[in-house]
């Protein structure tokens, strides 16, 4: 079934480590997006692209990086510079970009705790 | 960008009554969009209306919008238990993504 993947869904990081989190899609969307959600809170932007090989900083990209070498990956890492990573990450994707947003597809998320 | 406002943050009601969420934002938008997510998993899509739209029906659920007030509302109505999620309202602008709020947490008592 297509959909989207995120892995791992539990990560434990030790302060000043950098960590990876996976994100695959095969539903042949053009969009991908990464979200932060803390407890109680609303989604917050990390970073999106709208086609391979780009992608654009949201509100809150600092300590965050990416890559979009594939249409169907987006993997998002956590450096040590974010200070406060512990957090509930999520991605998602979109047929295509453009200022008409829709409907927007989820993975199941990754909790990250820094130990 | 700024995030939408929801109201309440918490909403406790019994099966079978209605439940009524509000959503307020604060620029101009192509769209507004309700999402559902069940405790520590992802969130799914529910319905979007579009900015010349004043309401849409989807099963159980009904949304209002009003640009005028810049506000929407989620009803949902003959609710069960398995509707014991948090929803979410989401707006898209000029800007090429999507605006959060922050959440109502709706529980529906069996």
């Known amino acids: 079934d297509g959909g989207i993947t995120q892995s791992p869904k539990y990560l434990f990081r030790k302060e000043g480590q950098n960590v990876t989190l996976s994100c695959e899609q095969n539903?042949?969307?053009?969009?991908m997006y990464w979200y932060r959600q803390d407890p109680g809170q609303g989604l917050r932007l990390i970073y999106y692209?709208?086609?391979?090989?780009?992608?654009q900083k949201g509100d809150i990209a600092e300590g965050y990086s990416v890559s979009r070498e594939k249409k169907e990956s987006f993997p998002l890492t956590v450096t040590s510079a974010q200070k406060n990573p512990t957090a509930f990450y999520l991605c998602?994707?979109?047929?295509?970009?453009?200022?008409?947003?829709?409907?927007?597809?989820f993975g199941e998320g990754s909790r990250l705790t820094v130990l | 960008s700024q995030q939408g406002e929801e109201d309440p943050q918490a909403l406790s009601i019994q099966e079978g009554e209605n439940a009524t969420m509000n959503c307020s934002y604060k620029?101009?938008?192509?769209?507004l969009q309700w999402y559902r997510q069940n405790s520590g998993r992802g969130l799914v899509h529910l319905i979007l209306?579009?900015?010349?739209?004043r309401e849409k029906h989807s099963g159980r659920l009904r949304v209002t919008l009003d640009t005028s007030k810049k506000s929407s509302s989620l009803l949902i109505t003959a609710s069960r238990a398995a509707d014991t999620a948090s929803y979410f309202c989401?707006?898209?602008?000029?800007?090429?993504?999507?605006?959060f709020g922050s959440g109502t947490q709706l529980t529906v008592l069996p």
């Open positions: 692209s709208q086609i391979v090989n780009d992608f």
């Open positions: 209306i579009r900015s010349n739209e």
């Open positions: 998602a994707s979109r047929p295509r970009g453009g200022a008409n947003t829709g409907e927007l597809f």
């Open positions: 989401a707006h898209s602008g000029s800007a090429r993504q999507l605006t």
């Open positions: 620029t101009s938008i192509n769209n």
């Open positions: 539903l042949n969307h053009d969009a």
